[in-house]
T-cell receptor, first 115, second 115 residues
Framework: SAVISQKPSRDICQRGTSLTIQCQVD?????MFWYRQQPGQSLTLIAT?????????ESGFVIDKFPISRPNLTFSTLTVSNMSPEDSSIYLC????????????FGEGSRLTVL | AQSVTQLDSQVPVFEEAPVELRCNYS??????LFWYVQYPNQGLQLLLK??????LVESINGFEAEFNKSQTSFHLRKPSVHISDTAEYFC?????????????FGAGTRLAVHP
């Protein structure tokens, strides 16, 4: 298994600002992902964080709004840019130890509130 | 593509009663199936998973789920629930057909255990 730490755990942000969320895994992992969980809803995949190259975004998510970095096998960041109240969500980092088998491990999430 | 349907958004139950949380999936390829649990204000934890082999899988805290390929279901059951089982439960599916296949979540079922 993998232990995933996210910072910040929560934050209150002003409209129009940007916030970067950090994700640290305690072991090298093959795949890292970012999910969004809007209030009272399920998880939606934002993007796959690829080491050393641009992230792969899901439909409805774009790099300008959610830039992602993954400089190595244990660390990734997600930035939520030019925030609006609609971006108020829990953002979760997850990781998988192999490409296609097994489960994803999740961090405890970063709860963002945009005023 | 895969999809997941959790048939009940909320399931209220009394302590020590049995419970079943229903999950159906659709996929054109073989799948891995998972149940995750999210306790209030926490991240997601893997409860149990089906990858291959025995269609009945169990967790350490008394939950079990059975993979039924003909009915495309993966219902979660527990013969006697505790107050501490109160949480949100997410069914998830991951297809495998070469390359990476993302994890798709259902909408979630809120289990509320009452004394």
């Amino acid at each position: 298994s993998a232990v995933i730490s996210q910072k910040p755990s929560r934050d209150i942000c002003q409209r129009g600002t940007s916030l970067t969320i950090q994700c640290q895994v305690d072991s090298q992992v093959t795949m890292m992902f970012w999910y969004r969980q809007q209030p009272g809803q399920s998880l939606t995949l934002i993007a796959t964080a690829n080491q050393g190259s641009e992230a792969t975004y899901e439909s409805g998510f774009v790099i300008d709004k959610f830039p992602i970095s993954r400089p190595n096998l244990t660390f990734s960041t997600l930035t939520v840019s030019n925030m609006s109240p609609e971006d108020s969500s829990i953002y979760l980092c997850s990781a998988a130890s192999s490409q296609n088998t097994g489960e994803l491990f999740f961090g405890e999430g970063s709860r963002l509130t945009v005023l | 593509a895969q999809s997941v349907t959790q048939l009940d958004s909320q399931v209220p139950v009394f302590e020590e009663a049995p419970v079943e949380l229903r999950c159906n999936y659709s996929s054109s390829v073989s799948v891995y199936l998972f149940w995750y649990v999210q306790y209030p204000n926490q991240g997601l934890q893997l409860l149990l998973k089906y990858l291959s082999g025995s269609t009945l899988v169990e967790s350490i805290n008394g939950f079990e789920a059975e993979f039924n390929k003909s009915q495309t279901s993966f219902h979660l059951r527990k013969p006697s629930v505790h107050i501490s089982d109160t949480a949100e439960y997410f069914c998830a599916v991951r297809g495998f057909s070469g390359g990476y296949n993302k994890l798709i979540f259902g909408a979630g079922t809120r289990l509320a255990v009452h004394p």
